[in-house]
């Protein structure tokens, strides 16, 4: 079956430094890729979207990769600052259904 | 307006109970979803309705009844719940009109329930 992953569950680091964030999948051939943010008891809220032909896509201080080689996509945190402190979920779709979310990863950035 | 509302924000029911969740949207979306998720767990899907229509059920129990008034409007009617129901319920809301496995979507904040 398709299986999403996200290596660390927790990440500390920092502030001022790059928190990169992995999330592998196997099985399956996603045409995109999604990452999400979520706070302690609140919804996610949506960041980036990557496609399977795009390498990079910033936003901000935000930075994505897709490795379709690798199944891989990274996500990077440039200039991290303690309000950047959260569970970061990356999410992609599987046939015939909507989005599935990886187990996320939470990060902490202290000062 | 972007934003996804959802009522109550808390609730707390016994396993005789029948309540209802809420949740509202006024984005022009065509997709709504709701979600379950459990603590340090991601968010699970459990029904998706698309053009106010019920698309994907995700095998769960009848206990749970979704409903779609209309296309601003989600319900889930709660009945006969088990203490393991209790999670965090998220609405969700897509464009939907791409088809929804392309959609980003928008959360609501939650509903934290809570079955004794």
């Known amino acids: 079956s398709q299986k999403i992953e996200q290596n660390s569950e927790a990440l500390n680091i920092q502030e001022g430094k790059t928190a990169t964030l992995t999330c592998n999948y196997t099985?399956?051939?996603?045409?995109?890729l999604q990452w999400y943010r979520q706070d302690p008891g609140r919804g996610p809220v949506f960041l980036l979207l990557?496609?399977?032909?795009?390498k990079e896509k910033r936003k901000e201080r935000l930075k994505v990769t897709f490795d379709t080689t690798l199944k891989q996509s990274l996500f990077h945190i440039t200039a991290s600052q303690p309000a950047d402190s959260a569970t970061y979920l990356c999410?992609?779709?599987?046939?015939?259904?909507?989005?599935?979310f990886g187990k996320g990863t939470t990060l902490s950035v202290s000062s | 307006d972007t934003e996804v509302t959802q009522t109550p924000k808390h609730l707390v029911m016994g396993m005789t109970n029948k309540k209802s969740l809420k949740c509202e949207q006024h984005?022009?979306?065509?997709?709504m979803y709701w979600y379950k998720q459990k603590a340090k767990k991601p968010p699970e899907l459990m029904f998706v309705?698309?053009?106010?229509?019920?698309?994907i059920n995700e095998s769960v129990p009848s206990r749970f009844s979704p409903e779609c008034p209309n296309s601003s409007l989600l319900n889930l009617h709660l009945h006969a719940l088990q203490p393991e129901d209790s999670a965090l319920y998220l609405c969700?809301?897509?464009?939907?009109?791409?088809?929804?496995?392309?959609?980003?979507?928008?959360f609501g904040p939650g509903t934290r329930l809570t079955v004794l």
């Open positions: 999410a992609f779709n599987q046939a015939g259904t909507a989005l599935i």
């Open positions: 099985n399956y051939s996603p045409a995109y």
């Open positions: 309705y698309s053009y106010e229509k019920l698309s």
């Open positions: 969700a809301s897509s464009q939907g009109t791409s088809g929804v496995v392309l959609d980003t979507q928008y």
């Open positions: 990557i496609r399977e032909n795009e």
């Open positions: 984005m022009g979306h065509r997709a």
